[in-house]
């Protein structure tokens, strides 16, 4: 349920580092699970900066509109366009084809403050 090659943060999102400096983020199955069935995702440009832990988009379900944060601080590459016909890819596919943007993190930025799969998993079953 929370792969072990990604990193995760408090507000359940997760990072998949790609080489030095690329991060693809998107949420867990914990969220989309919580959420319900997503109906529609709204994200950033691309070309945006995003700072950590600041708001960078949101997601609507048939239960809720939640808001997306950013894990890390960095600048939008790219930006999953299949979401915008296919908002049920977040919850079909949440580590794979349900992904919601690639950041270029910034210089000096770091993972540090992310958790593994194990931090996270004890995390969520604590009430988080």
Same mark, same amino acid.
């Given at each position: 349920?929370?792969?072990?090659?990604?990193?995760?943060?408090?507000?359940?999102?997760? $990072?998949?580092?790609?080489?030095?400096?690329?991060?693809?983020? +998107?949420?867990?199955?914990?969220?989309?699970?919580?959420?319900?069935?997503?109906?529609?995702?709204?994200?950033?440009?691309?070309?945006?900066?995003?700072?950590?832990?600041?708001?960078? +988009?949101?997601?609507?379900? $048939?239960?809720? $509109?939640?808001? #997306?944060?950013?894990?890390?601080?960095?600048? #939008?590459?790219? #930006?999953?366009?299949?979401?915008?016909?296919?908002?049920?890819?977040?919850?079909?596919?949440?580590?794979?084809?349900?992904?919601?943007?690639?950041?270029?993190?910034?210089?000096?930025?770091?993972?540090?403050?992310?958790?593994?799969?194990?931090?996270?998993?004890?995390?969520?079953?604590?009430?988080?």
């Amino acid at each position: 349920m929370y792969p072990d090659d990604l990193l995760y943060s408090k507000d359940h999102e997760w $990072v998949r580092q790609e080489g030095e400096s690329l991060c693809i983020v +998107g949420i867990t199955h914990f969220a989309q699970e919580e959420l319900g069935d997503v109906v529609f995702v709204e994200l950033p440009e691309q070309g945006q900066p995003v700072a950590e832990n600041d708001e960078m +988009g949101t997601i609507e379900s $048939v239960k809720a $509109v939640a808001e #997306v944060y950013s894990p890390v601080a960095g600048k #939008v590459e790219a #930006v999953n366009g299949q979401l915008e016909e296919q908002p049920e890819l977040v919850n079909q596919d949440p580590y794979g084809d349900g992904w919601l943007v690639k950041i270029r993190l910034a210089a000096g930025a770091g993972l540090e403050e992310l958790m593994d799969a194990a931090a996270y998993r004890d995390f969520v079953e604590e009430g988080g």
